[in-house]
């Protein structure tokens, strides 16, 4: 039965990259193995405030679509190369390609994220 999903409310928060100064960052997964009955995708909402990022990481098994619904930044790929971002505007990212998301801009970056088959979120 479809369904509408309030990441908010019903999605699953992580707070990932504590450890690290820049990489803390809101996660709020909707779809995957452990959240949402997903049985193909993962997916979800990560927040970034300013100066945050990701950390360079890979989905080996998987493709990864990213929409901006707030916000701008950058992609790094793993030679440090960066890509700039607007929202409103979609990334793909190809399987097992490195990549980290930095907010450049000067409000949260809201980044959507569905990735397939199933992988793993980065850990840090």
């Known amino acids: 039965m479809p369904r509408v999903i309030d990441p908010f409310t019903e999605g ?15 996660v709020f997964s909707i779809a995957g193995r452990d959240v949402g009955n997903s049985e193909f995708l993962s997916a979800g909402l990560t927040i970034f405030d300013p100066g ?32 700039p971002f607007a929202e409103h505007t979609f990334m793909l990212i190809e399987k097992g390609q490195f990549h980290r998301h930095v907010n450049t801009g000067r409000e949260p970056l809201w ?12 850990t840090t």
């Open 12 to 26: 699953q928060l992580r707070w990932l990259g504590l450890d690290e100064e820049g990489f803390r960052r809101k």
């Open 52 to 83: 945050e990022s990701s950390s360079l990481h890979n989905h080996p098994d998987s493709e990864e679509i990213d929409f901006i619904v707030k916000g701008s930044g950058e992609m790094l790929d793993e030679h440090g190369k960066a890509t």
């Open 111 to 122: 980044l959507i994220w569905v990735y397939g088959p199933l992988g793993e979120l980065p």
